[in-house]
Each structure stands twice: as C-alpha cells, then as structure tokens.
C-alpha cells in the first residue's frame, strides 16, 4: 500500500524517476540491497559490498544516530539558506534537520537508485515538507549527474549546505569523491560568475557615471542623420580578410565614394596602411579599452578622426582620446537617460557582445544605406583570428590563441565550403543576422572574402560593389562640423532631486531595517495575525525602495543579477503557509539583498556628490573653488588626508576623484587667507560630525555645523555640502580660521569665495 502510494506520487509529480522505477523494478541486483530491523527495531539498510554487509544507517539505533549527525550539522546548516542532501537512505538525518530548521528549503539528491526505491517501500513521501522541497532527483550515471548540475547551477541558491550521509563516503567512495568535486566547482564558479557579473554591472554604472558630463556637452551622432541618410557606410571590422582590402578602401577613402567607420581594433590596420577611417566605433565597457586606439592617441591622429561612443564605455577611452566625440545611448546606462531631457528612447542601441553589432545598430537607425561589411569574417582564416596588423597577448600575434580554441565548429563560408569558427565568434554572426532581419529596410552586403555566411547579408566582393554601387562621391569630409551640445537645460533640476533621492533611499533602508526587526519579534512570540499584517506592509515598503530614484538609476542596474535571484526566492516564499517560518525567509532573503543595495550605495553616492554632480553644474555663477589639498591651507593639530577612489580590479590600481582632511580632534585648525566679498565652506555631513564648528573670519567668530542626522552608519558621510556662507565681506584679503570644538568629526573638503 505504502509504496504504491509513493509510485503514484512519483508518477504524477516525477515522472522521470516513476519511469526509472518502472525499468529496474524487477532487476536482479536488488538482492544486495536489503531492508532488516536494527536492534532498536526502527529499519536500516544493508548494502553487500564484496560479499560484506554494510548499513547506511546504525544497526543498533537508526534514530539516535540521525540526532547525533543533527547535532554535528547543526552549526553548519544554521548558515545556509538551502540544503542539499546527499544520500537519502531510509530518511533519518533529513526528516530531523528539516524539523529542526522549518525554514529551510531542500534538494534531495540519490546516487544510488536501489537505495531510493527501498526507502520508498518504508516511507511516505508525501509526509515530507514538500512546499519546500526544490529538487528531488535520482542519479543513474555520470551522464544524468552532468544534466543534474547543468539545471542546479541555472536556479542556485546564494548559500547551499551539503549535507551528505557518512556512510556513502564510505560504502560508495569514488562516486561520492567525483560528485563532492563536481559539486564544489558548481558552486566556485557560480560563485566566481555572480563576482564577475556585479563587477561588470558596476563597471557598466561607474562608465555611464563618468562619461556623463562629457556626453551631455557633445551632440549625440543621431544629430547627424542628414549626413548619412541613404548614403554608402563601410562597416569595417578587423577579421584576417581585412588584409586583402587596402588598396580598395584606399581607393574608397581617396575618392569620398563610402563612410568608413571602423569598429574595435580596425583602426589599428587601417592607420598602418594609410586610411583614415571617417569615424572609429567603441562600446567596450572595460578599462583597457583604450589600448585599441593607442597608436592613433599616441601618434595624434585621434585629434582628426570623430569617435562615435555608446555611453556606458570604458570612460578611461573618453578621457584619453582627444578628437570629436558623439555619443550613442546604450541599454545598459540608466544614468544619462535620467540627467539627459533631450533624449529620443527610439534611439537606445540594444547592449550586445561585438561593437560591429553596436555599430550596425547605429547606422540603421541613422537609415544609412546600403551597408557594406569589410573584414567580418565570424570565422578563422588561414589560422589567423584578426588582420595580421592586429598585435595582442603574449606572443603579439594576430593569429589564433589557444583559448580560442575552445568550443570549435564548422560553418558555411560565403562560398559554400566550411569555415572553422568557435562559439563566440558564431554567437556574434548569429546576433548579427538577428539585427540585418530586425531592420530589413536597411540593405546589407557582406564583402569579406573567406568569411562566415552571414543570412541576409549577400556576399559580393567589394571590387564588385566599387564598379556598381560605389559611382559617385558620397562623402561629406566636414559631417562632424560644429561640436553644438545638448545643453544642459533641466540638469540642475535633476540634481536636487537625485539628492533628495538619496536622502530617501537612506530613509528606506532604515524602515526596512526596523521591519526585519518587527517580523522578528512577531515569529518569536508567534503572533500569526500580526506577521500577516506586517507581510503586507513589508510589501509595501520595500516597493517604495524600488520606486526610489537613486536606486533605478545606480543601484538597480549594479545588482540586476542578485534582483533575478531574489525574485526567484520570493516565488517560493509566498507559497509558504506558515506565517511563522515565512517571517524567517523574508528576513533571511530581503536583509541579505538589502545589505547589497546599501553596499552599492556606499560606492557610488561619494562618486555622484564629490564627481559628476560638480561637473555638470554650471561654471559661471561667480565662485571660485579651492580644494583641500592645496598648499594654501595651513592644518594644524592631527588631521588626515583621505581619498575617494575608483577601485580597478583588473589591475588593482585605484584612481583618485576626490579628496578631503578629517580630524576628531578639539581644537585641530585650518588657517588660510583669501580675497574677495563671500565665502562658502564644502565639507560632508553625517550623524558622527560635530555640530560645533568655529569659524573666525578677520578675527569675527561664527559656528556652524558638519552633523546630518539622517545620515548615518552604515552609509557613509554626504559629501560636498555647504557647510557655512557668509556674504557682504569687504572688499580685500581675509584671514580665516577654523576649528573643530566639539565632539565628532569635522570633514573638509575645501573652499569656495567670490571676488
């Protein structure tokens, strides 16, 4: 009755493992594995191994055994989120950990076939905590296992516990050594992937962060539409067929007959052979992009070729290049879009994984046509990977490198042969084709000798398109002319209400805070209809963090991934009943991810105060600034210099933004003289500055105060604050000194004055 009460649960909820049952069912090798009584008389499970009986569990007493392992997992299980046990036997272990920790989710993970449909003629599945349970799964070989952790990797949880049946370790060695090292690398590189993919998330934000004054005093390249509207642009990427096209794009660029924008490295062998692309392509996020362009910067010639920009590249390449500059928006920047009035949504260019992709985007949008491809293999040829004027990693060489390697295919080239290519070359060709359907207004040719077939892109040698489509001069040499702007029309009113937003956001976090510690003492004492009503606030609460605007536009983006898998854990929170147990996943899920926003927080808001809400502000009202760390001012007593950093983890260096002193010290002093009719003093405000500042200005005494109480630990200090203004000075040089009374730090970041 037992069991075939579990084979019909198992066939309605896991077929797979119902099937599996049906095809061993009647196997010989169910001898080995037998049921017999303990001394205790609860059931164990006798394994013969080599002749010798072995039990998965105490033949003296299964249950005393299970308390005892309870007790040993006990300190680890209390710090995961997620259990994965590993070798269920009759049950023991798991049915007293899951009553012990009623808040827990579960894997169940049976190596052994045999095993499982002996406890399944012993237990009752359906007795288990099922709401709970994530993953029940039956390994039969290596094979299932792989398929196992392929699926377990895409849904893992934040913190897994493996909790593994001592005897397996011992009766089943190998497997459970195989699968133990397997589990491991999983979780090290889920581990390793989340890193990588808040880095880049970060980086992708810090980008948009620091190009933003750049992109709202440049035009956006869609201002240029007239220019290339139904005119020829050469696409031209550094694939190894490049080589073969010189002296036609020489003769191209010679005779004005097509645009030619160079993506990525491109740049690097035209210049090496004399052609000066009509504008270079970037999008790159990372911090040595710049290095593509380095001989153009370090030979000028950057000065005379535009750069066209998505907003969200590697700002180290805006900073460092110095010609005409024109931006497109990307996907990826939520931070221009905010600042940015002006800005058409329509011409948000899609985030993608190669810039000739990026740039196909852009020309379709600014309805150039047709298009011609040079040099876009999506393939090796000849083992090289790039054009051979295209030096990089170790060996300096344009030819394949041994991590290339990796994942390697067979495809049809533009004349019907096969091409090798790897997966993320082909991956490229695939987004492209994608994008050449997307905008089928737009005629595409592929001219690339040698190279992948691209669908929709017919291939013609570009000697070919030269004799029948490129007839006639289509270029305007001066398209970039007349560097006009956005303006900065409604960026101060953007400004004040980022600030407000922060303010808030901090405010949020605080009642957020307070609810965790409410839904806490609810579950304790167990007050049921409370922690109902608290649910529903919580909801409530949280939704207006998420409304709030500093988190859209920094912290949303930054923790997108970590978002998608709490989004995920509150699927299975609201199917929890128990008002009790589900007080202690809320907490447990949301404070975890709440503690990541706030930690975002911490990096970008000294960066959005001290960097790009400065330089976006306008310049001409009057006042002049002197920063902290110039030799005018004269520091007396204990003070500390301290920096706002850009940490860079490819490379471990840091670049400085900002600077400012610090001191707790009674009477530690600033002195310094300036001329001029007002003064204003920039420092930063948090709960733990001194509200007793002493200024003296020609010997006249004021106070004013650093002390913010909204702003507090864990956030750090507001940065860039006014601090004291004093107006109708006399005219002539002033004497000032400041000086901390109080208790509490004072935070100096400089001075402001007017003439």
Request: aromatic content about 12%; hydrophobic content about 35%.
């Amino acid at each position: 009755m037992l069991l075939a009460e579990n084979e019909r649960f198992l066939q309605n909820h896991y077929p797979s493992i119902w099937q599996l049952w049906k095809k061993i069912e009647h196997a010989p090798i169910w001898s080995q594995y037998e049921i017999v009584r303990s001394h205790a008389g609860p059931p164990t499970i006798q394994v013969h191994v080599d002749e010798r009986p072995l039990y998965l569990h105490s033949k003296y007493n299964p249950e005393q055994e299970a308390e005892r392992l309870a007790q040993q997992f006990k300190d680890q299980v209390e710090q995961c989120d997620h259990l994965f046990f590993y070798g269920i036997g009759l049950g023991y272990h798991v049915e007293k950990l899951l009553s012990m920790f009623p808040d827990k989710s579960f894997t169940i993970y049976e190596p052994n076939p045999w095993v499982f449909f002996r406890f399944l003629s012993c237990k009752r599945v359906t007795e288990w905590p099922l709401h709970r349970l994530r993953y029940l799964y039956v390994e039969t070989d290596e094979e299932s296992r792989r398929q196992f952790f392929a699926e377990f990797a895409n849904a893992l949880e934040t913190n897994v516990g493996l909790v593994a049946l001592p005897s397996y370790e011992r009766i089943f060695v190998d497997q459970y050594r195989q699968f133990v090292q397997q589990f491991r690398d999983i979780l090290q590189s889920k581990r390793i992937n989340l890193a990588t993919e808040f880095a880049f998330s970060k980086r992708w934000t810090l980008n948009s962060v620091m190009n933003l004054p750049t992109t709202l005093r440049s035009p956006s390249i869609f201002s240029r539409k007239e220019h290339f509207r139904s005119k020829p642009v050469l696409l031209v990427a550094a694939g190894p067929s490049l080589q073969e096209e010189y002296d036609n794009l020489r003769y191209i660029k010679e005779k004005g007959l097509a645009y030619i924008f160079a993506v990525g490295s491109a740049n690097r062998a035209l210049v090496a052979n004399g052609i000066l692309p009509d504008a270079v392509c970037t999008y790159d996020p990372q911090a040595h992009n710049f290095a593509v362009f380095w001989d153009m910067i370090d030979k000028g010639i950057d000065a005379h070729v535009p750069m066209i920009y998505g907003t969200s590249v590697g700002y180290e390449t805006i900073q460092k290049y110095k010609g005409p500059k024109f931006y497109a928006v990307t996907s990826q920047d939520t931070v221009t879009p905010y600042y940015l009035d002006s800005l058409d949504r329509s011409e948000v260019i899609d985030d993608a994984f190669s810039i000739a992709i990026i740039t196909l985007q852009i020309l379709a949008k600014l309805e150039a046509n047709p298009v011609i491809l040079v040099g876009q293999n999506f393939a090796f040829r000849d083992n090289y990977y790039y054009a051979k004027e295209i030096k990089r990693g170790e060996k300096q060489t344009a030819e394949v490198l041994e991590h290339e390697r990796r994942g390697l295919m067979q495809v049809k080239d533009v004349y019907g042969h096969l091409v090798t290519t790897n997966e993320s070359l082909n991956q490229m060709r695939l987004l492209m084709e994608h994008y050449i359907q997307k905008y089928a207004q737009i005629e595409v040719i592929n001219t690339t000798k040698g190279g992948a077939d691209i669908a929709g892109a017919p291939f013609v040698p570009l000697e070919a398109v030269i004799q029948t489509r490129l007839t006639q001069k289509a270029v305007n040499e001066n398209w970039h002319g007349g560097q006009e702007s956005n303006g900065m029309q409604g960026v101060e009113d953007k400004i004040g209400s980022m600030k407000r937003a922060m303010t808030d956001f901090i405010k949020r976090y605080n009642e957020l805070e307070a609810m965790f510690h409410e839904l806490e003492q609810a579950a304790i004492r167990k007050k049921e209809d409370k922690l109902r009503k608290l649910f529903a606030r919580f909801d409530e609460q949280f939704r207006r963090l998420t409304k709030n605007d500093f988190f859209d536009v920094y912290v949303r983006p930054v923790v997108r991934v970590y978002t998608e898998m709490l989004q995920k854990e509150a699927h299975h929170i609201r199917k929890e009943q128990d008002p009790v147990v589900k007080a202690g996943k809320v907490v447990r899920a949301f404070r975890s991810y709440l503690h990541l926003c706030q930690q975002v927080y911490n990096d970008m808001a000294p960066l959005v105060q001290t960097y790009l809400h400065p330089a976006l502000k306008q310049k001409d009202d009057g006042w002049k600034r002197r920063e902290c760390t110039s030799s005018e001012f004269q520091y007396i007593g204990q003070w500390r210099k301290k920096e706002i950093r850009i940490e860079k983890q490819s490379s471990g260096e840091a670049e400085v933004i900002s600077a400012y002193y610090e001191t707790n010290e009674p009477n530690a002093t600033i002195k310094f003289t300036f001329k001029g009719t007002a003064l204003r003093v920039i420092g930063a405000r948090h709960a733990e500055c001194s509200d007793e500042i002493r200024i003296a200005i020609d010997g006249h005494i004021e106070k004013f105060s650093g002390r913010e109480k909204r702003v507090h630990p864990p956030f750090p200090p507001s940065f860039n604050q006014l601090l004291f203004e004093k107006h109708n000075l006399n005219v002539g040089e002033h004497v000032v000194e400041i000086g901390l009374q109080g208790d509490g730090w004072f935070l100096f970041q400089g001075v402001e004055w007017q003439e």
